[in-house]
């Protein structure tokens, strides 16, 4: 029997061994147009960064060292031009451009792909590449090495282009990424890609989103690469990243059966239209194992699948059915990794196939011990039975574990239930007691049953916040360091203490850092009487990463971008002393809190050094220290970790010339508890604040009830403060109305109507005054005669007298006394 097989690699090189281990008494010749038949394709990128040094490294056998072992002709530098399937023949082109012919009794088809070059003006210019193969390898490795490359652009965000990124940025380019889509990663979904987008632009990556390419101009300086939108990049080198096509050519001038998708039609035995003939690898297409739909898949995963049952059946007949694959991938993009497996979200829809979704934010191992990373993990599924379509990893440690682990699930259509299921190795340095795996199963199976109803943050961001009620339940701390527009606090904590601060005729949308928290209220409004209460799905990091939009680059530095030392630096002659704390696989809000915390403990001008495993706390670390005037000095990342430096710095109060203009301010003085008068007063000071007035309330005497705490500390008082505060409203929820009070009657149908007509309430006005920058100050005075202490009353509430108060009114045009 005589087998011939066109083309090496990962296809062609495994099925010509397999047949060979399949028997000894057969003729086996491999043509191979290229001069090498087995190399480490994926690792080319790698080698063109300097990562991997020697180039020898490579290749994984020569074709002498291969025929010799498996006793096979294989013949490189010979291109295959033409099949004549009546005479069972191959046409060959030699390395001299000789041609002749060569009979088969059996044919492999393992052409693989070419990448997609578009007919743009300027295309063959010198320094434009495509990356496929060694050739093309020398080819940019030796451009590299005879002049410098400062500036690169790569055309297209997939995998080899974003490996590519990384790797000419190691090997010293600053990198441009241009995409025509919104996201970079086209097998994950928008959210997940949207993380992918925030770290490149850590890394320093410019990215160019929903922008085209028209054409290449060189010019004196290099590569002018221009956008149909009129925006130009200049580079000294591009890389074409935009996609492969499968190579057909041989195939359909030999006659052969094209499917749908343009790829070599074979059946579940991997053979063609021919008998005679099988195909494998990128050329051809076959069904999806979830849709059933013909696709194309280029992997080298599943093309050394389909080798070794290809080879199989060519040799012991047709027993071996390819089940067919699902695109299990996996890149490693500068620090994080990024995989998917199965379908996404936006694959289901386009396919028309009803789906819900699942996200998480879990660490890649138990929190306690050292070195635990983000992990983001988002799972699609049958709303029917739970069956998983797909998941999505990006992380930094054991992305790879679980991404396996899902497509085994997956390639044996098993359901969320089957996630839970598994049984997961456990010791502190390598997972949690719930696994993320079985977490993703937990909160996928609590949708199902309606246990937790999601919401998904493109719903929530086209959602009519007049029409729903959109609950924050992180604590205080973590809702003044950045929050949803429209969202009020009430931190799960005190969710059931203030229950009827919230509605029951509107929907009440919940939502905390990751998800959990927002969970759990969940649970306590549904058993409380609340209908329709859902959850934002993945919490705030998710939406906060999804909506912010991908700014548009500066202008090229010239340098790489270069960040801060941590470690304690001469100021003047002065050496700062640096406090380092590890806040590492803790969850938000945990790092900001032991930031705040720590901070307490510092000298004026000390530094702290914080280190994260949470992407979002060096931008919360930012936020912070502009509320509290403490100085950010510098952030960095490695390997999943963040690491911010702060200073130290106790804010000195507002010059006169550091406020407002006279015009601009407005003062009230609060002396009533009265509800009502209350109520106008915080309607009034958010409506200045929203034309950006400086405002100031002044609290005294009996206004201080409206900004006293609803759970206070323990705190000594004379006989006359305990008096006092058994008389007086202990918080805001106790005012009465200035008229018609009605022993209490009047104050509930107050706000029983404001809440039934979608008015805030004076706890919501008051948040909202906080939020717009409103400055409360309590009178100290008022404070010792009516026995109030400081703890008792709201934390953003500073304390002064008269002459801080003269002080604000000096500078407005409007004082109102109530």
């Known amino acids: 029997m005589k087998y011939i097989i066109i083309g090496g690699v990962a296809g062609g090189a495994t099925a010509a061994a397999r047949i060979r281990r399949n028997t000894e008494n057969a003729e086996i010749i491999v043509f191979e147009k290229g001069a090498y038949i087995s190399y480490a394709n994926c690792g080319l990128p790698y080698y063109i960064g300097g990562v991997i040094e020697e180039r020898d490294r490579l290749f994984v056998q020569t074709p002498e060292a291969f025929g010799k072992r498996f006793n096979i002709d294989v013949r490189t530098r010979s291109e295959v031009i033409a099949i004549n399937p009546e005479q069972k023949s191959v046409t060959v082109r030699a390395a001299d451009g000789s041609t002749y012919q060569e009979t088969y009794d059996k044919l492999l088809l393992s052409p693989g792909a070419s990448p997609v070059v578009p007919p743009l003006p300027g295309i063959d210019s010198e320094g434009i590449f495509t990356l496929r193969n060694v050739y093309d390898t020398d080819r940019i490795k030796n451009y590299m090495q005879e002049r410098p490359v400062k500036r690169a652009v790569i055309v297209g965000g997939g995998f080899i282009g974003l490996e590519m990124a990384e790797n000419l940025h190691h090997a010293g380019a600053e990198v441009s990424v241009v995409e025509m889509a919104n996201q970079v990663m086209a097998p994950i979904d928008y959210s997940m890609a949207s993380l992918v987008h925030e770290h490149l632009q850590e890394q320093g990556v410019r990215l160019y989103l929903e922008q085209a390419v028209e054409a290449f101009e060189k010019t004196a300086s290099g590569i002018s690469v221009k956008f149909k939108s009129g925006v130009s990049v200049e580079a000294d080198m591009v890389l074409l990243s935009i996609g492969v096509r499968a190579e057909t050519r041989l195939a359909a001038e030999a006659g052969l059966k094209l499917g749908e998708m343009k790829g070599i039609y074979v059946d579940e035995y991997l053979q063609t239209s021919d008998e005679s003939i099988y195909a494998v690898g990128d050329a051809i297409e076959y069904p999806h194992l979830i849709t059933g739909k013909p696709w194309l898949n280029f992997l080298a995963g599943p093309a050394n699948r389909q080798a070794r049952i290809v080879a199989d059946n060519m040799v012991f007949g047709n027993k071996v059915k390819y089940e067919g694959s699902i695109g299990t991938s996996i890149a490693k993009v500068f620090e994080m990794t990024v995989a998917s497996t199965g379908l996404p979200a936006k694959r289901l829809k386009q396919f028309g196939i009803p789906y819900l979704s699942a996200t998480i934010h879990s660490g890649s191992h138990a929190g306690y011990?050292?070195?635990?990373?983000?992990?983001?993990?988002?799972?699609?599924?049958?709303?029917?039975?739970g069956r998983l379509y797909g998941a999505q990893i990006v992380g930094y440690d054991g992305v790879d574990k679980r991404i396996d682990e899902y497509a085994l699930v997956i390639k044996h259509q098993g359901t969320v239930y089957d996630l839970m299921s598994l049984e997961h190795a456990y010791a502190p340095p390598f997972s949690s007691a719930k696994d993320p795996v079985a977490v993703s199963g937990y909160v996928a199976g609590n949708i199902l049953s309606g246990k937790m109803t999601p919401l998904y943050w493109r719903e929530l961001q086209q959602t009519d916040l007049s029409a729903v009620t959109l609950v924050d339940v992180r604590t205080a701390d973590e809702f003044a360091l950045g929050t949803i527009k429209g969202a009020v606090n009430v931190p799960l904590d005190e969710l059931r203490s203030r229950m009827a601060d919230l509605p029951k005729d509107k929907p009440v949308y919940l939502f905390c850092g990751v998800g959990l928290r927002g969970y759990l209220a969940s649970n306590i409004l549904k058993d409380n009487g609340y209908k329709d209460v859902r959850n934002l799905i993945g919490g705030i990091k998710t939406y906060k990463a999804a909506v912010t939009p991908v700014n548009p680059p500066s202008a090229y530095s010239g340098t790489h971008t270069q960040t801060v030392s941590a470690q304690a630096q001469p100021v003047g002659e002065k050496v700062v002393k640096v406090i380092k704390v590890d806040a590492c696989g803790i969850q938000c809000p945990g790092p900001i809190m032991k930031l705040k915390k720590n901070m307490e403990d510092l000298s004026e001008g000390e530094r702290l050094e914080v280190t994260s495993t949470d992407m979002a706390f060096p931008r919360d670390a930012e936020a912070w220290c502009r509320t509290t005037g403490h100085r950010f000095i510098s952030k960095s990342s490695e390997k999943g970790t963040y690491k911010v430096v702060v200073e130290k710095h106790t804010a000195l109060p507002a010059s006169k010339e550091t406020l407002l203009p006279a015009d601009m301010g407005k003062t009230f003085i609060v002396f009533s508890d009265d509800l009502d008068k209350v109520l106008a007063t915080f309607v009034l000071a958010n409506g200045a604040a929203a034309t950006g007035k400086k405002v100031t309330l002044f609290f005294?005497?009996?206004?201080?009830?409206?900004?006293?705490?609803?759970?206070?500390?323990?705190?000594?008082?004379?006989?006359?403060?305990?008096?006092?505060?058994?008389?007086?409203?202990?918080h805001s929820r106790k005012l009465k109305l200035s008229k018609m009070n009605m022993g209490g009657m009047g104050t509930g149908m107050m706000r029983y109507i404001m809440r039934k007509k979608g008015i805030d309430s004076l706890e919501q006005l008051r948040q909202q005054a906080i939020d717009n920058g409103v400055e409360f100050i309590a009178c100290q005075m008022s404070m010792d005669v009516m026995g109030v202490k400081k703890e008792e009353l709201l934390d953003n509430v500073t304390l002064g007298g008269v002459a801080t108060y003269m002080e604000r009114a000096e500078q407005a045009n409007v004082n109102l006394f109530i």
């Open 369 to 385: 011990y050292p070195g635990a990373l983000q992990m983001d993990i988002k799972i699609t599924f049958s709303p029917q039975d």
């Open 700 to 730: 005294t005497f009996w206004g201080l009830n409206a900004i006293k705490k609803v759970h206070k500390p323990r705190v000594e008082k004379d006989i006359f403060g305990r008096m006092f505060g058994w008389m007086l409203p202990s």
